[in-house]
T-cell receptor
Framework: AQRVTQPEKLLSVFKGAPVELKCNYSYSGSPELFWYVQYSRQRLQLLLRHISRESIKGFTADLNKGETSFHLKKPFAQEEDSAMYYCALRGTGANNLFFGTGTRLTVIP | SQTIHQWPATLVQPVGSPLSLECTVEGTSNPNLYWYRQAAGRGLQLLFYSVGIGQISSEVPQNLSASRPQDRQFILSSKKLLLSDSGFYLC???????????FGPGTRLTVT
């Protein structure tokens, strides 16, 4: 069975501090992992996907198959990073995504 | 460019009343379509998805149903609403190749 776990419902960091939002998954095959973000009064939108291996808004995420993790990291948090973050998984050949329960990040000025 | 619309934006309905939420996509053809419910503490829960007209997959057994009468139209329905149906409902679409999902603005449903 597929499962995505985000252990932290709430995370607060100070501006300029490093931030890491945790995501662990359970899947027997080779999954595709994503991070979605929802800023205040905006639509849920894709932030990044592991196959792109790119940095978006200073965020990076590395797929660690050994630890079955896909943690989202940023070295220096900004106030505009405050948002709800969802980790999601797509199984091989699947049409749909499984989302975690989300982490609300608050960056304190 | 592609856009996704949902309506209504907010809805207050009494227990036992019917429900119909509509989602339409513009600027693309043959999309995958999805209905989610976003609840506090429970995250984003996939309710239904569709890969084509008349093709509906249900992820969670419940009081709701979905239909896709046209290629770019996806409808979420209920014959009799329950209090537990209250929540924020999101529609999304994706292209088959990339599977990146694009979300609508959502509908806030309150069942009283």
């Amino acid at each position: 069975a597929q499962r995505v776990t985000q252990p932290e419902k709430l995370l607060s960091v100070f501006k300029g501090a490093p931030v890491e939002l945790k995501c662990n998954y359970s899947y027997s095959g080779s999954p595709e992992l994503f991070w979605y973000v929802q800023y205040s009064r905006q639509r849920l939108q894709l932030l990044l996907r592991h196959i792109s291996r790119e940095s978006i808004k200073g965020f990076t995420a590395d797929l660690n198959k050994g630890e079955t993790s896909f943690h989202l990291k940023k070295p220096f948090a900004q106030e505009e990073d405050s948002a709800m973050y969802y980790c999601a998984l797509r199984g091989t050949g699947a049409n749909n995504l499984f989302f975690g329960t989300g982490t609300r990040l608050t960056v304190i000025p | 460019s592609q856009t996704i619309h949902q309506w209504p934006a907010t809805l207050v309905q009494p227990v036992g009343s019917p429900l119909s939420l509509e989602c339409t996509v513009e600027g693309t053809s043959n999309p995958n379509l999805y209905w989610y419910r976003q609840a506090a503490g429970r995250g984003l829960q996939l309710l239904f998805y569709s890969v084509g007209i008349g093709q509906i997959s249900s992820e969670v057994p419940q009081n709701l149903s979905a239909s896709r009468p046209q290629d770019r139209q996806f409808i979420l329905s209920s014959k009799k609403l329950l209090l537990s149906d209250s929540g924020f409902y999101l529609c999304a679409w994706s292209q088959r190749l990339t599977y990146e999902q694009y979300f609508g603005p959502g509908t806030r449903l309150t069942v009283t």
